[in-house]
């Protein structure tokens, strides 16, 4: 179960505290402010009538609300007593109700109580590592179940202390594996908990209330949510800051801070190592001590990662499979060439015939809204500059085009539209659906096509929302096959509202294909699938809690062609013999694999030998798998882990053959290829057949 937390970014603000004798701050419990109710129903009453989806306010509701709140505050089962849930059972069939009169209590003493078990094993955490009398055995046979779905809540203090000090142990043991001295991850444990012991302290009544609505927003779609006046002051500050600092958007799972998606032309996007799905755990100024960030809230994380543009960030990462590695980043603004529509021209060689394909990266649906307003008559966006670069590929006398939509988590509906535009001639591209049913279908082309030669759309699962709509069109049309693997599966829209305190990001309305399907869940199944480089079950909007179905509505009249689907059989016989007997795809696919079945396991040994050879494990068979491709290929096997490393760090990647550096690209040349190929045979019979209708007519 995915326990992905909405991305809310908190000042840290000083509750009201007492000091206690012995100099620790004791938690005084968090009260709702009077206004809170008002605000409360005011949420309530728009999810129940704006939201795209109506859901009956019943006692179904109710329960999915306390579930979700209780997984929301403890998603890991670290803190709440077995006894804890069966006190909050109390209002299973109540919150509902409570939420009708804008009553908040339920929802506050949970989250106190909350407060009470964190601060109090924090806290004891931190006297067990304090205490030098007090050694980890790391020789013992014994594991830790992690995830929480095979847990079940502690049934007492006892089993919560026996489970804490597994998580100890494997805090410890990660910690060494990755260089430290025991005493030296004494240590860092020691101040991490201090930190998170701060925080829990800390933490305020907009805290409590954001938690509790958003619990409840969350029951509609995984979009819809609630920020309080400071959290919406600091998600517009990270927004306007983020593009000068690495070029990433983070969010916060569990207790990490983890990259969603790396901004298209962004230092980190540049740089070429960071991926969504990365958990930063530690963060550097330039050659200063890296400062380990685990369990701090995510503003503070971001204020870290800031900095002026040419200086150095490093960042601790580490990932499923992976060790912890450091990423050094020179952080920059992203500059609009680099985020915009690029080309380049692949030159291949297939059997006796030579091609030249041109290759259209689009990373993002942008346009300058602004220039456009003032009608500016050079304003960007991607549809004009594809079109500059369609001008300059036919100039070049291209055999076809691949669009590269990799990576493309969307923006302009209109420019969606308008790239749309130029590569089929009238006719709609996407219907739109709002919460009364009602149905729009103004998305359409108005003019003859700019490019009708032969194409490919090559996606992955993070192509999104717009670059839904876009290869769904082109499918729909049979205009261009799509290839690649599943897309994201976003088809909703959002807005955002105005509230008395704050603002509500609602969505109103759903995506749908001009063949009548959502690109809603399901995303884009491409016609041709190649190895998915992001695994299903983490990455795509069916991983999220609640989110809204497929379904489908009428189609709209549309041409299509099926010239194309005919060629399907083939061109995937073709490409399945030729891709798994290249060196370079077989080897993707290869560390694939084994990255996806690496860290599976329902639980982990907590003997530092063990671990050690895990780690080493891995290693070997990661180094197995690249000198198989290099003696495939001719080359002289590495000796080890280190003699590979120093010859990447030599190499530029760019430098590389796309056929290395891009096995799934240098495929798709050979896909559109070959499609290049049957259609010049296709249009010769047709050609030859015209010719013997001609000869034969008396």
Same mark, same amino acid.
């Given at each position: 179960?995915?326990?992905?937390?909405?991305?809310?970014?908190?000042i840290?603000?000083t509750?009201?505290?007492? #000091?206690?004798?012995s100099?620790v701050?004791?938690?005084?419990?968090?009260?709702?402010?009077?206004?809170?109710?008002?605000?409360?129903?005011?949420?309530?009453?728009?999810?129940?009538?704006?939201?795209?989806?109506?859901?009956p306010i019943?006692?179904?509701?109710?329960?999915?609300?306390?579930?979700t709140?209780?997984e929301?505050?403890?998603?890991?089962?670290?803190?709440?007593l077995?006894?804890?849930?069966?006190?909050?059972?109390?209002?299973?069939h109540?919150?509902?109700?409570?939420?009708?009169?804008?009553d908040?209590?339920?929802?506050?003493?949970?989250?106190?109580r909350?407060?009470?078990r964190?601060?109090?094993q924090l806290?004891a955490?931190?006297?067990?590592?304090?205490?030098?009398?007090?050694?980890?055995?790391?020789?013992?046979d014994e594991?830790?179940v992690l995830?929480?779905?095979?847990?079940?809540?502690?049934?007492?203090?006892?089993?919560?202390?026996?489970f804490?000090?597994? #998580?100890?142990?494997?805090?410890?043991?990660?910690?060494?594996?990755?260089?430290?001295e025991?005493?030296?991850?004494?240590?860092?444990?020691?101040?991490?908990?201090?930190?998170?012991?701060?925080?829990?302290?800390?933490?305020?009544?907009?805290?409590?209330?954001q938690?509790?609505?958003?619990?409840?927003?969350?029951?509609?779609?995984?979009?819809?949510?609630?920020?309080?006046?400071?959290?919406?002051?600091?998600?517009?500050?990270?927004?306007?800051?983020?593009l000068?600092?690495?070029?990433?958007?983070?969010?916060?799972?569990?207790?990490?801070?983890?990259?969603?998606?790396?901004?298209?032309?962004g230092?980190?996007?540049?740089?070429?190592?960071?991926?969504?799905? &990365?958990?930063?755990?530690?963060?550097?100024?330039?050659?200063?001590?890296?400062?380990d960030?685990?369990?701090?809230?995510?503003? &503070?994380?971001?204020?870290?990662?800031?900095?002026?543009?040419?200086?150095?960030?490093?960042?601790?990462?580490?990932?499923?499979?992976?060790?912890?590695?450091?990423?050094?980043?020179v952080? &920059?603004?992203?500059?609009?060439?680099?985020?915009?529509?690029?080309?380049?021209?692949?030159?291949i060689?297939?059997g006796?015939?030579?091609?030249?394909?041109?290759v259209?990266?689009?990373?993002?649906?942008?346009?300058?809204?602004?220039?456009?307003?003032?009608?500016?008559?050079?304003?960007k966006?991607?549809?004009?500059? #594809?079109?500059?670069?369609?001008?300059?590929?036919?100039?070049?006398?291209?055999?076809g085009i691949?669009?590269?939509?990799?990576?493309?988590?969307?923006?302009?509906?209109?420019?969606?539209?308008?790239?749309? &535009?130029l590569?089929?001639?009238?006719?709609?591209?996407?219907?739109?659906?709002?919460?009364?049913?009602?149905?729009?279908?103004?998305?359409?082309?108005?003019?003859?096509?700019?490019?009708?030669?032969?194409?490919?759309?090559?996606i992955?699962?993070?192509?999104?929302s717009a670059?839904?709509?876009?290869?769904?069109?082109?499918?729909?049309?049979?205009?261009?096959?799509?290839?690649?693997?599943?897309?994201?599966?976003?088809?909703?829209?959002?807005?955002?509202?105005?509230?008395?305190?704050?603002?509500?990001?609602?969505t109103?309305?759903?995506?749908?294909?001009?063949?009548?399907?959502?690109?809603?869940?399901?995303g884009?199944?491409?016609?041709?699938?190649?190895?998915?480089t992001?695994?299903?079950?983490?990455?795509?909007?069916?991983?999220?809690?609640?989110?809204?179905?497929w379904?489908?509505?009428h189609?709209?009249?549309?041409?299509?062609?099926?010239?194309l689907?005919?060629?399907?059989?083939?061109?995937?016989?073709?490409?399945?013999?030729?891709?798994?007997?290249?060196?370079?795809?077989?080897?993707? #696919?290869?560390?694939?694999?084994?990255?996806?079945?690496?860290?599976?396991?329902?639980?982990?040994?907590l003997?530092?030998?063990?671990?050690?050879n895990?780690?080493?494990?891995?290693?070997?068979?990661?180094?197995?798998?690249?000198?198989?491709?290099?003696?495939t290929?001719?080359?002289?096997p590495?000796?080890?882990m280190?003699?590979?490393?120093?010859?990447?760090?030599?190499?530029d990647?760019?430098?590389?053959?796309?056929?290395?550096?891009?096995?799934i690209?240098?495929?798709t040349?050979?896909?559109?290829?070959d499609?290049?190929?049957?259609?010049?045979?296709?249009?010769?019979?047709?050609?030859?057949?015209?010719?013997?209708?001609?000869?034969?007519?008396?």
């Amino acid at each position: 179960m995915r326990r992905l937390a909405t991305l809310t970014l908190f000042i840290v603000l000083t509750a009201a505290l007492a #000091v206690s004798s012995s100099g620790v701050e004791d938690l005084t419990s968090i009260k709702a402010e009077t206004q809170q109710t008002k605000l409360y129903r005011e949420i309530f009453n728009k999810l129940a009538t704006k939201h795209y989806l109506t859901q009956p306010i019943d006692n179904q509701l109710s329960e999915s609300y306390l579930n979700t709140y209780i997984e929301r505050l403890d998603p890991l089962k670290r803190y709440f007593l077995a006894s804890d849930i069966g006190e909050f059972n109390q209002w299973q069939h109540r919150l509902d109700d409570l939420a009708k009169r804008g009553d908040v209590h339920a929802g506050f003493y949970i989250f106190n109580r909350l407060r009470e078990r964190a601060t109090d094993q924090l806290k004891a955490n931190i006297a067990l590592l304090q205490d030098k009398e007090y050694r980890f055995d790391f020789t013992v046979d014994e594991s830790i179940v992690l995830d929480p779905d095979n847990r079940h809540w502690f049934l007492s203090s006892t089993e919560a202390d026996i489970f804490w000090a597994k #998580v100890l142990k494997d805090s410890m043991i990660r910690l060494i594996l990755s260089g430290k001295e025991q005493q030296q991850a004494r240590e860092l444990l020691i101040k991490r908990y201090k930190t998170q012991l701060t925080q829990y302290i800390q933490r305020d009544s907009q805290d409590a209330f954001q938690m509790y609505v958003n619990a409840l927003a969350s029951l509609y779609d995984p979009h819809t949510a609630y920020f309080s006046p400071r959290t919406t002051e600091n998600f517009q500050i990270n927004m306007s800051l983020s593009l000068e600092g690495i070029g990433a958007e983070l969010t916060t799972e569990d207790e990490h801070t983890e990259v969603v998606r790396i901004i298209p032309g962004g230092p980190a996007d540049l740089q070429g190592i960071l991926k969504p799905k &990365d958990r930063i755990i530690g963060v550097g100024q330039g050659q200063k001590e890296i400062v380990d960030v685990v369990g701090w809230r995510i503003d &503070d994380v971001v204020a870290l990662i800031r900095g002026e543009k040419g200086s150095v960030v490093r960042l601790e990462v580490s990932s499923a499979a992976n060790n912890p590695k450091i990423i050094s980043i020179v952080r &920059d603004r992203v500059k609009l060439e680099e985020k915009s529509a690029q080309s380049k021209v692949l030159d291949i060689q297939s059997g006796d015939l030579s091609y030249k394909l041109g290759v259209i990266e689009i990373p993002t649906f942008y346009m300058d809204f602004e220039a456009y307003r003032k009608k500016d008559p050079n304003f960007k966006s991607s549809s004009r500059d #594809v079109y500059r670069i369609l001008q300059g590929l036919q100039k070049q006398n291209v055999d076809g085009i691949i669009l590269d939509l990799r990576n493309n988590g969307g923006g302009s509906l209109f420019e969606a539209t308008a790239l749309t &535009d130029l590569f089929i001639d009238y006719g709609p591209v996407v219907q739109i659906r709002d919460s009364n049913k009602r149905i729009y279908r103004n998305q359409r082309a108005t003019s003859e096509a700019v490019y009708s030669g032969p194409l490919v759309v090559l996606i992955n699962r993070l192509s999104a929302s717009a670059s839904e709509i876009f290869a769904g069109a082109m499918q729909d049309y049979g205009r261009a096959l799509v290839v690649g693997s599943q897309s994201y599966g976003k088809g909703t829209v959002q807005n955002i509202t105005d509230l008395s305190s704050g603002q509500l990001k609602l969505t109103i309305s759903k995506f749908y294909r001009v063949s009548g399907g959502s690109t809603q869940h399901r995303g884009i199944i491409p016609d041709i699938a190649l190895p998915p480089t992001y695994d299903r079950e983490e990455v795509g909007e069916s991983q999220q809690e609640n989110a809204l179905p497929w379904d489908r509505i009428h189609a709209v009249p549309h041409q299509r062609s099926k010239q194309l689907k005919a060629f399907l059989e083939p061109l995937i016989s073709e490409h399945k013999k030729r891709a798994y007997s290249d060196p370079n795809f077989a080897n993707m #696919v290869d560390q694939l694999a084994l990255t996806q079945n690496w860290g599976k396991e329902q639980s982990l040994s907590l003997n530092l030998e063990r671990r050690r050879n895990k780690n080493e494990t891995w290693d070997s068979q990661l180094l197995k798998v690249e000198n198989k491709r290099r003696l495939t290929q001719g080359l002289k096997p590495y000796p080890g882990m280190e003699a590979w490393e120093e010859q990447e760090d030599k190499e530029d990647a760019e430098d590389r053959p796309v056929a290395e550096s891009d096995p799934i690209l240098n495929e798709t040349a050979y896909i559109l290829s070959d499609q290049i190929r049957l259609l010049s045979s296709s249009q010769a019979a047709e050609d030859d057949t015209k010719i013997a209708r001609i000869q034969s007519t008396p």
